[in-house]
């Protein structure tokens, strides 16, 4: 298995909901990292977990909680998101953070958020 | 800090070699080159990377300026299915990505 699966692909949202983002991998990855991307934009790193630790955290919004269940388990818990949240939001994964540079991410597909 | 530059769009024909450009003039000795692209409604795909010498792999060339301040991502024969934002990314020694705007490759046939 190549692959991250990200679930699900589409979510709208009112900025009152709370709704969660799911990212599967079982490449045996020990590094995952959510991404934010808007339109036309290169996407944006908001959290990175290594050895399912919390290891970076791009001063992102408290009303996005990243969490790591296990090593091939990634959510992204929304809360009272606003419409300028409104982007794809991609989830990686490398086999390990600080290594990424040799061994490169495999993406997701992503999720494309609305928040109306 | 860190950036690489490339430009907005390119153009090339069906079944033609495309060379697409990277500047990172500011990039530090440790710091490998990646490209990616992403094509419509999906997440980046990773092409190749590279730190001092030229790399090939089955899906493109990576040539690498004896100064490092360039870079060139080539293509040997693109195809309608190599339409995509092609990202040049300088990855730091730590988890830190620096993503180029991208290059949108609009292939004619």
């Known amino acids: 298995d190549t692959e991250v699966t990200q679930t699900p692909k589409h979510l709208v949202m009112g900025m009152t909901n709370k709704k969660s983002l799911k990212c599967e991998q079982h490449m045996g990855h020990r590094a995952m990292y959510w991404y934010k991307q808007k339109a036309k934009k290169p996407p944006e790193l908001m959290f990175v977990?290594?050895?399912?630790?919390?290891?970076i955290n791009e001063s992102v919004p408290s009303r996005f909680s990243p969490e790591c269940p296990n090593s091939s388990l990634l959510n992204l818990h929304l809360h009272a998101l606003q419409p300028e949240d409104s982007a794809l939001y991609l989830c990686?994964?490398?086999?390990?953070?600080?290594?990424?540079?040799?061994?490169?991410?495999?993406f997701g597909s992503g999720t494309r958020l609305t928040v109306v | 800090d860190a950036k690489t530059t490339q430009p907005n769009s390119m153009e090339s024909n069906e079944e033609e070699p495309v060379h697409l450009p990277c500047n990172h003039s500011t990039i530090s000795g440790t710091d490998y080159i990646h490209w990616y692209r992403q094509l419509p409604s999906q997440g980046p795909e990773y092409v190749i990377h590279g730190l001092t010498s030229n790399v090939n792999n089955r899906m493109a060339s990576l040539a690498i300026a004896e100064d490092r301040k360039s870079s060139t991502l080539i293509l040997h024969r693109a195809t309608l299915r190599d339409a995509a934002v092609y990202y040049c990314?300088?990855?730091?020694?730590?988890?830190?990505?620096?993503w180029g705007a991208g290059t949108k490759l609009i292939i004619k046939p």
């Open positions: 977990y290594s050895y399912e630790k919390l290891s």
């Open positions: 990686a994964s490398s086999h390990r953070a600080l290594t990424g540079q040799k061994n490169g991410y495999t």
């Open positions: 990314i300088l990855m730091a020694s730590n988890y830190q990505l620096i």
